[in-house]
């Protein structure tokens, strides 16, 4: 069975050796993930999910992600988020 997450990327940190640290928002809290050239660390993403997570950052991008049995992340989904505001005035 697969899980999965929605949210939005709030924080990217990006290292000169080429790792990323990136906080999550959803469900009313922050989860980080990493990227690290390091195959060695635990609760890696895979570059290429974190990159393009890293890439959402201060748009009006949503992101669910997608996590196999084991926990490791499989794939991304990319939405607009939808604008709270706009809701509010109706």
Same mark, same amino acid.
């Given at each position: 069975?697969?899980?999965s *997450?929605?949210? /939005? *990327?709030?924080? *990217?940190?990006?290292?000169?050796?080429?790792?990323? /640290?990136?906080?999550?928002?959803?469900? #009313?809290?922050?989860t980080q993930?990493?990227?690290?050239?390091?195959?060695?660390?635990l609760?890696?993403?895979p570059?290429?999910?974190?990159?393009?997570?890293?890439?959402?950052l201060?748009?009006?991008?949503?992101?669910?992600?997608f996590?196999?049995?084991?926990g490791?992340?499989?794939?991304?989904?990319? /939405?607009?988020? #939808?604008?709270?505001?706009?809701? #509010?005035? /109706?």
């Open positions: 069975m697969t899980n *997450v929605f949210g /939005e *990327v709030i924080k *990217v940190k990006k290292f000169n050796n080429g790792d990323l /640290e990136i906080d999550f928002y959803h469900d #009313e809290q922050i993930y990493r990227y690290s050239n390091d195959p060695g660390r609760g890696n993403f570059k290429d999910l974190a990159e393009t997570l890293a890439s959402t201060d748009t009006n991008i949503c992101i669910e992600i996590f196999q049995d084991d490791f992340p499989s794939y991304l989904e990319l /939405e607009q988020c #939808e604008d709270d505001e706009e809701y #509010e005035d /109706e």
